[in-house]
Structures are given as structure tokens and as C-alpha cells.
């Protein structure tokens, strides 16, 4: 048996297959170009391959896949949203989470927690009993809990009526979860590939070719290709891409930033999120402690992180888990959030013909992931746009149809 | 720290002030359509570059006009609005609507 091994680490025919081969020559047209290669991109890639069909379908991503806001989010996937439109949207997600090591024969880390926005105020109380009604009717498992309650699910909470803050009680979504990020980009990437589809890192869009109305080619540094249809998921620099097509958005590009901690012995096995102090943290399944706050204070193009953020969150972190005061934090990052005026995602037609949208995924769309892969790929396929979709489309913003996903703010996803 | 220069009040602390959005101009709201009103409120030009953009000293409730580098996180002039807005905006009543 050792020797077995020692041979199989030896040998050069190592069955280890390579995610991704090597990056192709670009072909001088496909049926449809993708550009953006996050989770959103490559799960609408993967989609249409393995569920329509489509296989001429180039992915462009100007970096590696999964670098963008996909392997810089939170990871934390959940329901429990406000708006009737948002809950429908995300259940479907969170249904396809559940089952998405299987479909890609991957294992993504998957684990489900339990997910409490705790409320402070007496007008948090009850937008929680608000959402956790909302919830309830459409079949998400939410309630309401208090005091005694998370004494007894969330014992290191700091329960104490002297905290500047007190918790009053919590939005108990027991489903939420977190997963492992770089496994969901890579897991659809290699199985996108393996169905045909080319994947082109480090290539970058440049302009967008539109004739008469309609789109007709994607221009990148390494050439010009010519494709039927075209789609662009490419979170904070929607505003820029979209530009190039000649679409104006209503999105502000703005950084979120988010840190861990050192690795630590399993502790905390829920999911905190206080949307008054700018929280949310759990631990990963490594042990390091996961934590976010609200987004910065004015748009950039730029991923830096800054003193200000940390010091801000750690007083609140230390107010709610008062043991984590010796925990070190070890690094912090920030991704680019694509923020809408109402919280709500950007996605479907532009009235570019064949040109489509999926975007203003702010700091809550790493959740979506699936949802947006599997409608996203069959609105490029069928041509129609899904119903569970249709509230999210661009010209809502012309008609004042607005959907308000208060359950979203900008914490807390 | 980051520091942001306040016409009114000099060299100050950036998370002293608020960002108000671009420069934009404001349609008429009793003659313009509701399309053009929409894109008003809501249309952002975003860009990656530079920007002119409204910031307020929150402690004295003072609004400026900057221009940044959003690519760079550069301030690179801030100025007394009145170096762009010369006359007063006037808050008339509107115009009864045209009998159909
Ligand atoms: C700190 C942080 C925490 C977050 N926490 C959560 C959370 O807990 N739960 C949740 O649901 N969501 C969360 N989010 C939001 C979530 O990460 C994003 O909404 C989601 O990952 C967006 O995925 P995407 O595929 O659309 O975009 P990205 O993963 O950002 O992919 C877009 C890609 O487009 C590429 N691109 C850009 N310009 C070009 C170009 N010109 N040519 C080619 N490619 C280009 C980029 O390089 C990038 O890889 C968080 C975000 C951040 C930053």
C-alpha cells in the first residue's frame, strides 16, 4: 500500500485533471459572449451548456475567474428577504445552493447555520415580525425570537441591558448558511469548460459593437469577436461596461470591505448580522472569523482597505461577542459594489436588442449566484424574460416601479 | 485618516462629511417629461475617472462642490458652489395645466 502510493506520487500520469485548460485562441464568432467572469457569469455559462444547449459561448474576465467580488464577499446565502419578489427570487437560490455540490460534483463547503439579524430598536422589532410574516406566507422558515430565545441558541451572545445597544430580539432564519466562494466560481467554470464553453481570463472588454440597434460584437484586448447575443455581469464595473453599449444605469460603484481572523477552534455556529451596528460575522469551516460592515462612505473605483473600517466594526463586534477581544484579525480587503437605489438587482433587457443585463448586485449577490445562472441562461436562450425576473428589469427605474428590498440595506447579505 | 479640504472650513477629517452625488442638471419639474425627470433622480454617470460631485460639511451643513478621481481616490479642488450656480434657483408655482 505505501508503496502504491509513493508510486502514484511519482508517476506523471497523475489522474488530477486540471480545472481549467489552457487559454484558447479566440474564435471570430460565438452565439453568445459572456463578459465578467464572477459566479453570476459563469453559472449563466454553465447553464446554458448543460441545460440549453448552447456551447459556442466565450467567457471574457479581465482578471481570474472568481477575483472580483465573488471571491471577496461574505459567503452568506439566505432567504429571509422582505419584498414578495425578492423572497420568490432567493428561495429558488437557496434551493439550488443546497443541492449545488451534487450538480457540480463539487463540494462548495455548503453549511447551514441558522441567521440572525438582530434587532435594537423597537422599530427593527418590528420590521423582523414584518419580514418573518412576509416569509412565513411564502414558505421561508423565519421567525421572530427574543431575549430568552438567543440565550439559549447563541450563548456567547452579549444579552447585557448595559450595552450601548441592547438586543431586544432577532429574525431567526434557521436555513441561512455559509458556503466556501472560490468553490462555487471554480465548480461552474470547470464544469462550463467541460461541456465546451471557453473560458478567457485575463482578457479584458473594451468597447462593445452595436449596429443598428442591436449587438453584433464584443471588442477585447486580445481581438474582436463578433456574437449573437451578449451579456455583462460584472458587478462594479457595470456602469462602465454598460456605457460601452451605449445603456445609462442607476448604480453607484462603491467599496465594501470585509476581513477574518485568525483561525480558531469551532465557537460560533450561527450567523450574526445587526443591521443598527454595522455587523455581520460567522465562522468559516477553516475557523477564521468572517466579518463585514456596511459599505464605505462614497463611491470609488478601488479596492483598498482602510483603518477607519476596521476600527469601526471591532467596537461593534466586541460589544456583541465581548470573548473575541483577544482573536487578531489577520487580513482585511474590499470588493466593488455595484449599489442600487433600491437594493434590488438590475436584470434582463437593456433596449440594446440581444444585449442583456445582470447587475446592481451590491453587496448581496453572492447568494444569487444559481438563480441568476439558471434565469439569466434561459432568458439568452428562450429569448423571453423568466417571470421570477421580470420585477428586476432596467426600465423600472422610467416607470417609478421601484422594489424596494429594504430587507437588503447595505448589511448584512 | 483621509482629509478633504472644506471651502468653509478648511482641512478637515473626510468622515466629518457626506456625499451628496454628481453635479447634474436639474430638469424643470413642471415642463420636463417623466422619462427625463426619471433619469434626474435616479441615472448615475459612475464614472471611473474624474468626477464633479456635491459633499456637504455635515457639522455646519455646508454644500460644496469637489472634484475627485475616483480611480485614484484623489480630491483634487473643492469650491463654494457659487463658482458654478451664479443666479438662485427660483421655487416658482407652477403653471396651471393647459385645459385639453
Ligand atoms: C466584502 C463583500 C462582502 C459581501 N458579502 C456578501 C454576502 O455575505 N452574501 C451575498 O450574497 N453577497 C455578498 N456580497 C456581494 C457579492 O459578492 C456580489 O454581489 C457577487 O459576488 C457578484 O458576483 P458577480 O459574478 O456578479 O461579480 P464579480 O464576482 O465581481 O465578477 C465580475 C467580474 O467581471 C470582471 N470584469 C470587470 N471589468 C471587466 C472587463 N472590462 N472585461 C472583462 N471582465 C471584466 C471582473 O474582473 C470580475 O471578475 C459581498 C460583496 C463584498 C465586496
Keep these: 500500500m505505501p508503496f502504491g502510493l509513493i508510486k502514484y506520487a511519482l508517476s506523471s500520469g497523475h489522474p488530477a485533471k486540471r480545472f481549467l485548460l489552457a487559454r484558447p485562441e479566440l474564435k471570430p464568432s460565438y ?9 453570476h457569469g459563469l453559472a449563466t455559462a454553465y447553464h446554458l451548456a448543460r441545460y440549453h444547449g448552447i456551447r459556442n459561448v466565450a467567457v ?41 455540490s451534487r450538480e457540480l460534483d463539487y463540494n462548495i463547503l455548503y453549511s447551514e447555520r441558522g441567521h440572525f439579524t438582530l434587532a435594537h430598536t423597537d422599530s427593527a422589532m418590528r420590521t423582523s415580525r414584518w419580514r418573518a410574516e412576509v416569509n412565513k406566507h411564502l414558505g421561508v422558515d423565519s421567525e421572530l425570537v427574543y431575549r430568552d430565545d438567543l440565550a439559549r441558541l447563541i450563548p456567547e451572545l452579549n444579552l447585557s441591558e448595559e450595552a450601548a445597544y441592547p438586543i431586544l430580539g432577532a429574525l431567526y432564519h434557521p436555513p441561512g448558511a455559509v458556503a466556501r ?13 467541460e461541456l465546451g464553453v471557453e473560458i478567457h481570463q485575463d482578457t479584458t472588454v473594451t468597447d462593445i459593437e452595436v449596429t443598428d440597434g442591436r449587438v453584433s460584437g464584443v471588442v477585447t484586448d486580445r481581438g474582436r469577436v463578433a456574437c449573437g447575443k451578449a451579456v455583462q455581469a460584472v458587478a462594479g464595473a457595470s456602469s462602465e461596461i454598460a456605457r460601452m453599449a451605449g445603456v445609462k444605469l442607476p448604480i ?18 450561527a450567523i450574526i448580522v445587526s443591521g443598527s451596528l454595522h455587523v455581520y460575522i460567522s465562522q468559516s469551516d477553516r475557523g477564521e472569523f468572517v466579518m463585514g460592515g456596511s459599505t464605505d462612505p462614497y463611491p470609488r473605483y478601488q479596492t483598498s482597505s482602510s483603518l477607519d473600517f ?15 477581544s483577544e482573536v487578531q484579525v489577520m487580513r482585511q480587503w474590499a470588493g466593488m459594489t455595484d449599489m442600487t437605489p433600491d437594493f434590488a438587482p438590475i436584470m434582463g433587457e437593456t433596449g440594446v436588442e440581444n444585449y442583456y443585463i445582470d447587475a446592481g448586485w451590491g453587496t448581496w449577490g453572492f447568494k444569487a449566484t ?10 439568452l436562450a428562450t429569448g423571453r424574460v423568466p417571470a421570477l425576473i421580470a420585477p428586476f428589469r432596467l426600465s423600472r427605474f422610467e416607470n417609478f416601479d421601484l422594489v424596494g428590498e429594504k430587507g437588503a440595506a447595505s448589511v448584512g447579505h | 485618516m483621509k482629509l478633504m479640504h472644506c471651502p468653509l472650513n478648511g482641512w478637515r477629517n473626510i468622515q466629518e462629511f457626506t456625499h451628496g452625488g454628481e453635479v447634474v442638471a436639474e430638469p ?11 433619469e434626474f433622480v435616479f441615472m448615475e454617470e459612475n464614472k471611473a475617472g474624474m468626477v464633479r460631485e456635491w459633499w456637504c460639511h455635515t457639522a455646519t451643513a455646508y454644500w460644496f462642490i469637489a472634484e475627485r478621481d475616483t480611480v485614484k481616490d484623489e480630491i483634487i479642488r473643492t469650491y463654494d458652489a457659487g463658482e458654478v450656480f451664479k443666479e438662485r434657483i427660483e421655487f416658482t408655482r407652477p403653471e396651471p395645466p393647459k385645459e385639453a
Design chain 1, 252 to 269: 453607484r460603484t462603491i467599496p465594501l470591505q470585509a476581513c477574518v481572523s485568525q483561525p480558531h477552534k469551532p465557537s460560533l455556529d
Design chain 2, 28 to 38: 424643470d419639474p413642471n415642463r420636463c417629461s417623466d422619462a427625463e425627470w426619471a
Design chain 1, 181 to 193: 466562494h472560490d468553490a462555487v466560481a471554480w465548480g461552474y467554470a470547470g464544469r462550463a469548460a
Design chain 1, 310 to 324: 476596521i476600527e469601526g466594526l471591532m467596537s461593534h463586534v466586541l460589544e456583541l461577542l465581548p470573548h473575541l
Design chain 1, 370 to 379: 444559481p438563480v441568476c445562472g439558471k434565469r439569466m441562461a434561459e432568458m
Design chain 1, 31 to 39: 452565439d453568445v459572449v459572456i463578459i465578467g467572469g464572477g459566479g
Design chain 1, 60 to 100: 471574457f474576465e479581465k482578471g481570474y475567474i472568481g477575483g472580483g467580488n465573488t471571491g471577496r464577499n461574505t459567503a452568506i446565502i439566505r432567504s429571509n428577504y422582505l419584498t414578495p419578489e425578492g423572497v420568490a427570487f432567493y428561495e429558488e437560490s437557496v434551493s439550488l445552493y443546497r443541492q449545488l
